[in-house]
T-cell receptor, first 117, second 116 residues
Framework: AQTVTQSQPEMSVQEAETVTLSCTYD???????LFWYKQPPSRQMILVIR??????QNATENRFSVNFQKAAKSFSLKISDSQLGDAAMYFC??????????????FGTGTLLAVQP | GAVVSQHPSRVICKSGTSVKIECRSL??????MFWYRQFPKQSLMLMAT?????????EQGVEKDKFLINHASLTLSTLTVTSAHPEDSSFYIC????????????FGDGTRLSIL
């Protein structure tokens, strides 16, 4: 069975600085998707970024980028120029590609990010 | 972008009441929807996978008679918490994805259920 591990329960960053959130996963599959979701205090789940395992290039969305290391099964999220609105719980998630979009997401335990002004 | 609407956003009711939560995909067809439960400061726990036109697949430990799921159309799934008790109080959230292989899951805004 696949598992997702987020080893940092809480992180803190100064406004305008850069922070990296860690995520590792375990799978025997070669084709899968990885996601980072943000959950602010409103508890809405917001997709931040996603990575397809067969793509070597790291995904980037504006200030958010990932460092995807397939061999090491690592998928860290880098937030550049941190803003107060980035404060939230961040979840790393895995989804198998076999069977398509009907597969469930497997979530990590989350990292609570605080942004200091 | 794809939108998933979840209703109601907040429910407060007496013990023994049954509560229905709706999850709708507004601009795409969702053959599969997912229902999660989330306790404070914890991750999302998958309760069941809802498939249009067939029975839901429940995760281990989730009571199917307690949490009834119906997915009658490609845009609507409902979760009914039957005879709710205070221990059922939680945040419930649904998600849905389109039919393509590469489609991400889109989440509803969640329902905060409080049983008195």
């Amino acid at each position: 069975a696949q598992t997702v591990t987020q080893s940092q329960p809480e992180m803190s960053v100064q406004e305008a600085e850069t922070v990296t959130l860690s995520c590792t996963y375990d799978t025997s599959e070669s084709d899968y998707y990885l996601f980072w979701y943000k959950q602010p205090p409103s508890r809405q789940m917001i997709l931040v970024i996603r990575q397809e395992a067969y793509k070597q290039q790291n995904a980037t969305e504006n200030r958010f980028s990932v460092n995807f290391q397939k061999a090491a099964k690592s998928f860290s999220l880098k937030i550049s120029d941190s803003q107060l609105g980035d404060a939230a719980m961040y979840f790393c998630a895995y989804r198998s590609a076999v069977g398509g979009a009907t597969n469930k997401l497997i979530f990590g335990t989350g990292t609570l990010l605080a942004v200091q002004p | 972008g794809a939108v998933v609407s979840q209703h109601p956003s907040r429910v407060i009711c007496k013990s023994g009441t049954s509560v229905k939560i709706e999850c709708r995909s507004l601009d795409f067809q969702a053959t599969t929807m997912f229902w999660y439960r989330q306790f404070p400061k914890q991750s999302l726990m998958l309760m069941a996978t809802s498939n249009e036109g067939s029975k839901a697949t429940y995760e281990q430990g989730v009571e199917k008679d307690k949490f009834l799921i119906n997915h009658a159309s490609l845009t609507l799934s409902t979760l009914t918490v039957t005879s709710a008790h205070p221990e059922d109080s939680s945040f419930y959230i649904c998600s849905a994805s389109g039919t393509g292989k590469n489609q991400p899951q889109h989440f509803g805004d969640g329902t905060r259920l409080s049983i008195l």
